[in-house]
């Protein structure tokens, strides 16, 4: 993999990752919009399916691309990937063109013939995502049963003998009590944790000012991740925390458009997998020239990939450290690109817009989801104390 302009003399990586490389390092691919979940934060909105959505033909094709690209691997998600009925096809013909897969799942039809195929295969990797260590602070958010099967899932997994597979873990304000409960199930199944940042993108926009972590919460957050932060994985979730001092073990830089993008169930190639809106729109694989075309030189990308100013957050001592934030987050708060970012440690992001952009697309469910969000106050009012892992707390009366 390559530099897609010349480059000064090395210097950190970050910096040469800022223009971009010739293929993502990270490509995150929805296959589906289907879910038979409702997860009350879900970024795409995922629920029914989109008539719309590339045939097996188109996918394969596509991952015939990825693998002259030499693209390392796609994170496969939705919706649920694996109510895609050429799902699992999908997945074995990516593995033989030396594609590899990281797939995020509800656990739901991880059986244990299944996870047998999965410990069989090289180069596939599986999230199983769970968002509460218990069931009582995890099924408000993703519903009834869905503690249940996830563990299941992973017991699944380990009997078949896959190791390192990953517990994903959403980190929301009823949860960040229980990062050492999360590390010990994920011990217990010889998974590896990974933690992951809640984006008010898709229904999470809707639930950001209830569930995204309050700022005392972020220091626990921050000083766990700083003690443990070598046996978690974090992606690029967390660099916004690196403005505490002491940078967080991964790449540190919004990637968008960059080193990752995103790819929807339609082709449609956005900059960011957090960011699925019209104003991150790079193009559509099904167009001339495919992904190829459209990474390498489409109008979004390569603004993307010129020198930033930092803006608003550039005369700020911690700059380097957190380099303003999340895009996504800053774009679904109201807030401008190039000033902090709404979590911002340092206190410099100012209220959230009067108006925020609204998802391109809804997926939702438009019925009754068999195992839908189980009614709850959590919505309508916080807990009592910001450590609380119940969102039940305080409301019993």
């Known amino acids: 993999m390559t530099l897609l302009q010349e480059r000064p003399a090395p210097g950190r990586l970050v910096e040469q990752f800022e223009r971009g490389l010739d293929a993502p390092i990270c490509l995150t691919w929805e296959l589906t919009y289907a879910c038979n979940l409702a997860c009350v934060h879900c970024l795409s909105s995922s629920g029914r399916r ?4 590339l045939s097996t033909e188109e996918c394969t094709a596509l991952i015939d691309e990825l693998e002259r690209m030499q693209v390392f691997y796609v994170n496969i998600g939705g919706g649920e ?3 895609r009925p050429d799902f699992w096809e999908l997945l074995d013909y990516a593995v033989a063109h030396h594609v590899g897969v990281k797939f995020s799942t509800n656990g739901f039809r991880i ?3 299944r996870a047998a195929k999965l410990a069989a295969t090289d180069y596939v990797d599986v999230q199983v995502s769970l968002d509460g260590a218990t069931p009582e602070v995890n099924d408000p958010v993703r519903g009834e049963g869905t503690y249940d099967a996830a563990l299941r899932a992973m017991a699944n997994l380990q009997a078949a003998g896959m190791r390192d597979f990953k517990l994903s873990v959403v ?6 009590g229980q990062l050492d409960e999360f590390k010990a199930i994920a011990d217990r199944y010889g998974a590896q944790l990974r933690l992951t940042r809640l984006r008010p993108s898709g229904r999470g926009a809707d639930v950001w000012e209830d569930l995204h972590p309050l700022p005392e919460q972020q220091r626990e957050l921050y000083d766990w991740l700083v003690t443990h932060g070598e046996d978690v994985l974090t992606g690029d979730s967390f660099f916004h925390l690196s403005a505490y001092g002491e940078a967080l ?11 990752v993008c995103l790819i929807d169930p339609v082709g449609d190639v956005y900059a960011c997998p957090f960011a699925i809106h019209d104003q991150f729109l790079a193009g559509n694989v099904r167009s001339p020239g495919g992904f190829d ?5 489409s109008e979004l990308f390569t603004d993307l990939r010129r020198p930033q100013t930092g803006g608003a957050c550039a005369q700020c001592s911690a700059y380097d450290a957190c380099r303003g934030g999340c895009m996504a987050a800053k774009f679904f708060t109201g807030l401008p690109l190039d000033g902090p970012d709404p979590e ?7 209220p959230t817009g009067a108006t925020r952009p609204a998802p391109s697309g809804d997926h939702s469910h438009t019925g009754p989801v068999r195992h839908a969000p189980v009614p709850l106050t959590l919505l309508t009012r916080r807990p009592d104390k910001a450590c609380d892992e119940s969102p039940l707390a305080g409301l019993e009366g």
């Open 111 to 113: 059986t244990p013939e």
């Open 50 to 53: 989109d008539p719309r959505e």
């Open 344 to 350: 911002c440690v340092k206190g410099n992001a100012g």
């Open 293 to 297: 075309e459209v990474w390498k030189h």
């Open 81 to 83: 990937p694996t109510v």
């Open 249 to 259: 073990p991964g790449l540190n830089l919004c990637g968008a458009g960059r080193v």
């Open 171 to 176: 980190c929301t304000r009823h949860n960040i």
